[in-house]
């Protein structure tokens, strides 16, 4: 088996594992006793009912388990340090903002009093929208207008415990202006900046240069204005955002450490701060490292908790103060883990040729020089036999480039080159050297070209480097005799994923078995739920894959709560601003045109119009 190959037991979180029969299952956080559920099998079965690869699958008890282990965690370690306040999450909505995913969320967390953050007007729309609990929160953040305010000040009418936290000095204008129109007090927040920063990824995000909030002075202004305004009594929360994805457990009780210090500091002004909110931080081991470093974490969600309960908690008894509700937006933890993107590989570019092509008479000696190198290849000489084949290749290169050397010979030499390689990178395998040879042989590594757009759903891979886990999905009980990067289909040569996880750390290239002619093979990129379903964008106008939602039964099968059909091509073109119907009326026009020349036959035209309809109702993708 392959599974430590591929690092899974150290990145899986017991999720994700390998099956006796070599296909990658999944396992139910939820019921660690049920059988685990073939993900090969799923994707064959969703295949059978109609809905093709690329799929973006998400798994029910896996986006539950995230939100049931947050706040189990915050209410155990309340529990154990004696703290005597409580625990109130939020989840931003912008992490996700899927329909199925923000419900599901609402209503497994009633009995966490679990609520949501808003940071633009249509999120507060869909916060208002759901059946949250009476004590959850809705904190709205970012910058708001009047149409904004008024909707957040009002909600409070209906039961909503809705907060606005408050950015600038210039927002809280505002926020005066529109409750003295309307008659209603709003419950106000003030967003802080902290002069810590976190390291990691996202380190320009916090500290006191970050974008939001407002730095000590108009801290102190603000509260003299809401003083001298009769609005003091509104600012019932302290926000202050930690960082994204903190990889160090230091630094959050750092930074926690410099919040309990304004909090402080403002009760003792007379402010009646109740809420303490944290904010994001609380990160996701994606490489199963457990390292700080940008794609891993030093510390468990429970070290999590305990760093911020007690830290709260001791600042406030040391100052004589009732404990706070504590408040975190921890999205990424919470949905980070409940989804996948599945497709197939679609065709392969290899970079070895499994016959040595012979020199010919006329040829010029390096072209021999090469096809010699096999002769002395041996473990002690393998660095040597690399340098020999990578000069002797380029200096026919550089041959052929004067004109010294045709196409034909060229084209030999080429095939010399990648057949001398891949018995290199066989010895290499076999016994491996010192120095650099590693990496330069994951120059020479395959492309498998696959059927997604990495731009549509898997932008932050492209966009900030971000690693996500990446395994074939069967064949586990086959050694993978290649190694290879993975291309989309889009145009354009940064559509490609070239860092993966494996058992030793990151590695440039993903090890693969051959294709087969008579079965797909499909790749799984797994922990995609945190904002890789919403910041897509429509390169080459691949719009968004399909969607599932599934839940295990835990016997080994599973059933589909919800399908989102992918994007069709008519919808892509609609998003672009061409009127589908309008396409297609010029389209006709053209093909009444060629009949009317007799360039086309009446049946030649009935098969063109039916072929141009039937895209534009297709899927984006290779279907």
Not at 153 to 159: A, E, H
Not at 517 to 524: A, K, N, P, Q, V
Request: charged share 25%.
């Amino acid at each position: 088996m392959t599974s430590s190959l591929y690092g899974i037991d150290a990145w899986g979180h017991g999720l994700v594992n390998v099956l006796p029969d070599g296909n990658i299952g999944l396992s139910d956080p939820l019921n660690r006793e049920a059988e685990p559920v073939s993900l090969p099998e799923i994707v064959r079965d969703l295949k059978d009912r109609g809905i093709a690869t690329p799929i973006q699958l998400r798994v029910q008890s896996f986006l539950d388990y995230g939100l049931h282990r947050l706040c189990a965690a915050f209410g155990e370690t309340i529990e154990q340090v004696g703290y005597k306040g409580v625990y109130r999450g939020v989840f931003p909505i912008k992490v996700n903002q899927q329909s199925e995913v923000v419900s599901r969320l609402v209503e497994v967390g009633q009995q966490y009093g679990y609520g949501l953050e808003a940071g633009s007007k249509p999120e507060l729309i869909v916060a208002l929208a759901q059946p949250l609990a009476k004590d959850s929160l809705i904190i709205c953040n970012g910058v708001k207008d009047d149409e904004f305010i008024r909707l957040a000040i009002l909600s409070r009418k209906l039961g909503f415990n809705t907060v606005i936290v408050l950015e600038s000095l210039k927002e809280f204008e505002i926020v005066r202006r529109v409750s003295d129109e309307i008659g209603v007090k709003p419950m106000l927040g003030v967003r802080v900046k902290l002069t810590q920063t976190v390291t990691g990824k996202w380190e320009a995000s916090s500290g006191d240069r970050s974008s939001f909030g407002l730095g000590t002075y108009e801290v102190v202004q603000l509260i003299d204005r809401l003083t001298e305004t009769g609005f003091l009594d509104c600012l019932v929360l302290q926000h202050n955002h930690l960082g994204s994805q903190v990889p160090n457990v230091i630094d959050v009780r750092r930074t926690v450490t410099e919040a309990t210090r304004f909090f402080v500091e403002l009760r003792k002004m007379g402010v009646p701060l109740e809420y303490l909110d944290l904010g994001g931080g609380l990160g996701i081991d994606y490489t199963g490292e457990n390292n700080s470093t940008d794609n891993s974490v030093n510390y468990s969600v429970e070290e999590y908790c305990t760093a911020i309960v007690e830290t709260v908690g001791y600042a406030m008894d040391e100052a004589g103060l009732p404990h706070p509700t504590i408040v975190t937006e921890s999205g990424r933890f919470v949905t980070a883990l409940s989804s996948m993107l599945i497709f197939d590989v679609l065709d392969a570019t290899y970079y070895d040729v499994p016959d040595k092509p012979a020199p010919r008479e006329g040829d010029h000696h390096y072209m021999s020089d090469l096809v010699a190198v096999e002769g002395y290849l041996e473990p002690r000489r393998v660095q040597e036999c690399y340098n020999d084949a990578v000069y002797y290749r380029d200096e026919i290169r550089a041959l052929f480039r004067r004109g010294v050397v045709d196409l034909r010979q060229m084209g030999r030499a080429e095939r010399a080159f990648l057949y001398t390689l891949a018995r290199i990178a066989q010895v290499n395998r076999e016994h491996p050297s010192s120095g650099d040879l590693d990496a330069q042989l994951e120059a020479y590594v395959d492309y498998y070209h696959c059927n997604f757009s990495l731009f549509q759903s898997l932008p932050d891979v492209w966009a900030i480097d971000q690693i996500h886990p990446v395994i074939p999905l069967q064949r586990h009980d086959e050694a993978p005799t290649r190694r290879a990067i993975l291309t989309d289909i889009t145009c354009d040569s940064d559509g490609k994923i070239s860092h993966f996880v494996l058992e030793d750390g990151l590695h440039k290239a993903l090890p693969v078995h051959d294709l087969r002619d008579d079965e797909d093979y499909l790749i799984g990129v797994f922990f995609v739920g945190a904002y890789q379903e919403t910041l897509g964008d429509l390169h080459n106008l691949f719009g968004d894959a399909n969607v599932v939602t599934i839940a295990l039964d835990g016997e080994g099968g599973f059933s589909v709560e919800h399908e989102t059909e992918g994007d069709s091509i008519a919808e892509v073109l609609s998003y672009v601003e061409y009127d589908p119907q309008d396409c297609l009326a010029a389209f006709r026009k053209r093909v009444d045109g060629a009949v009317a020349r007799r360039d086309l036959s009446a049946d030649e035209r009935r098969v063109l119009i039916s072929a141009y309809k039937d895209s534009l109702a297709g899927y984006t993708y290779f279907e």
